[in-house]
């Protein structure tokens, strides 16, 4: 049995690599050919700490895993990782556990790597302006993928600590020189997103973190923070303003994102504003982006089927390397 740190995992994959694992996750998912039972959920009385078990099954592709991950928020304000997760890789065909997985790493590539979906797919082509809101464990995967899937000249970051949000800009700018984007820490979540093409939030805060008013026509906007029915990142104005709605999975979406949840209790959409899921676009059962002006949202919880296609590929490639 392999044991997978980060560092082995950097040495034979990549975040590109992962997006491809993570379009098929998604195509594979919509098509009903992954088994993905709704996460198991456990939060504690203070209503952030979660507890979470995923496990995921695809026949047709031989591929079985199960996800354990531990989601505490305010861990970041200690130095620690607020999420805290182990993959068990699981040969399909004898049940035996082949590779326990960085489960931390691993869920930083395949969330990342499902924004970088999204934006591949529904994206303008001529984006030069990205934002980004939250610098958490999630943040780096999240800017990058960006990065990967279109060509832009600048990224501005943002979070409620604005020291965090410079170091944060500071590290990033270094690691990423490749892309040549230029990548620079503001104070607010507004003077990031305006004028941007691009606006990914990953944060778990309980109210918006920018203002609808500061968004412009034709962006493309991610929302990877908010997994329960209470936390709301994403401006309900803008969901209920939005040309086209998508997802990663329609029923945990519905169960769990309170990006979607809030507005559709207040009623300022309802379930026909919803297009569907980003698999079927991929797929072309659905349309994606027709034009420039179409303002779209894409909301991510996070689903079993991510963690299988990557869990997946990591191991195939990781086993040879250790042949």
């Given at each position: 049995m392999l044991v997978l740190t980060k560092k082995d995992i950097e040495k034979c994959y990549s975040l590109k690599e992962c997006i491809d694992a993570v379009a098929e996750?998604?195509?594979?998912?919509?098509?009903?050919?992954?088994?993905?039972?709704?996460?198991?959920?456990?939060?504690?009385?203070?209503?952030?700490d979660t507890f979470l078990c995923m496990p995921a099954f695809c026949e047709e592709k031989d591929a079985a895993c199960v996800k354990i991950?531990?989601?505490?928020?305010?861990?970041?304000?200690?130095?620690?990782?607020?999420?805290?997760?182990?993959?068990?890789?699981?040969?399909?065909?004898?049940?035996?556990?082949?590779?326990?997985?960085?489960?931390?790493?691993l869920t930083q590539l395949r969330t990342g790597a499902a924004s970088g979906v999204a934006l591949k797919y529904l994206a303008r082509k001529?984006?030069?302006?990205?934002?980004?809101?939250?610098?958490?464990?999630?943040?780096?995967?999240?800017?990058?993928?960006?990065?990967?899937?279109?060509?832009?000249?600048?990224?501005?970051?943002?979070?409620?600590?604005?020291?965090?949000?410079?170091e944060f800009a500071s590290k990033m700018q270094t690691k990423l020189a490749k892309y040549q984007t230029k990548i620079k820490a503001v104070k607010t979540g507004n003077e990031a997103v305006r004028d941007a093409d691009i606006i990914i939030s990953v944060t778990p805060s309980h109210k918006p973190v920018y203002d609808f008013s500061n968004v412009k026509k034709g962006a493309t906007i991610c929302g990877v923070g908010s997994y329960q029915p209470q936390m709301e990142e994403t401006p309900a104005e803008l969901v209920a303003h939005a040309d086209k709605i998508y997802f990663d999975a329609k029923k945990a979406v519905l169960a769990e994102a309170g990006d979607i949840i809030i507005p559709l209790q207040q009623g300022l959409i309802d379930e026909s504003h919803l297009q569907g899921e980003i698999g079927k676009v991929i797929s072309g059962e659905l349309v994606g982006r027709e034009n420039d002006e179409e303002t779209i949202f894409f909301k991510t919880v996070g689903i079993a089927a991510q963690d299988l296609m990557t869990a997946k590929a990591i191991y195939a490639k990781a086993a040879v390397a250790n042949n």
């Amino acid at each position: 049995m392999l044991v997978l740190t980060k560092k082995d995992i950097e040495k034979c994959y990549s975040l590109k690599e992962c997006i491809d694992a993570v379009a098929e996750a998604f195509k594979y998912f919509s098509a009903g050919k992954v088994d993905v039972p709704l996460r198991t959920q456990i939060v504690k009385k203070n209503g952030r700490d979660t507890f979470l078990c995923m496990p995921a099954f695809c026949e047709e592709k031989d591929a079985a895993c199960v996800k354990i991950l531990n989601m505490f928020p305010n861990n970041i304000e200690h130095g620690l990782p607020s999420i805290n997760a182990q993959v068990l890789n699981i040969d399909a065909n004898t049940g035996v556990v082949n590779a326990i997985i960085d489960g931390n790493y691993l869920t930083q590539l395949r969330t990342g790597a499902a924004s970088g979906v999204a934006l591949k797919y529904l994206a303008r082509k001529n984006c030069t302006k990205g934002a980004l809101i939250g610098t958490g464990a999630q943040a780096a995967t999240q800017l990058e993928a960006m990065l990967l899937v279109r060509d832009l000249a600048e990224v501005l970051v943002s979070d409620l600590n604005f020291e965090r949000a410079q170091e944060f800009a500071s590290k990033m700018q270094t690691k990423l020189a490749k892309y040549q984007t230029k990548i620079k820490a503001v104070k607010t979540g507004n003077e990031a997103v305006r004028d941007a093409d691009i606006i990914i939030s990953v944060t778990p805060s309980h109210k918006p973190v920018y203002d609808f008013s500061n968004v412009k026509k034709g962006a493309t906007i991610c929302g990877v923070g908010s997994y329960q029915p209470q936390m709301e990142e994403t401006p309900a104005e803008l969901v209920a303003h939005a040309d086209k709605i998508y997802f990663d999975a329609k029923k945990a979406v519905l169960a769990e994102a309170g990006d979607i949840i809030i507005p559709l209790q207040q009623g300022l959409i309802d379930e026909s504003h919803l297009q569907g899921e980003i698999g079927k676009v991929i797929s072309g059962e659905l349309v994606g982006r027709e034009n420039d002006e179409e303002t779209i949202f894409f909301k991510t919880v996070g689903i079993a089927a991510q963690d299988l296609m990557t869990a997946k590929a990591i191991y195939a490639k990781a086993a040879v390397a250790n042949n």
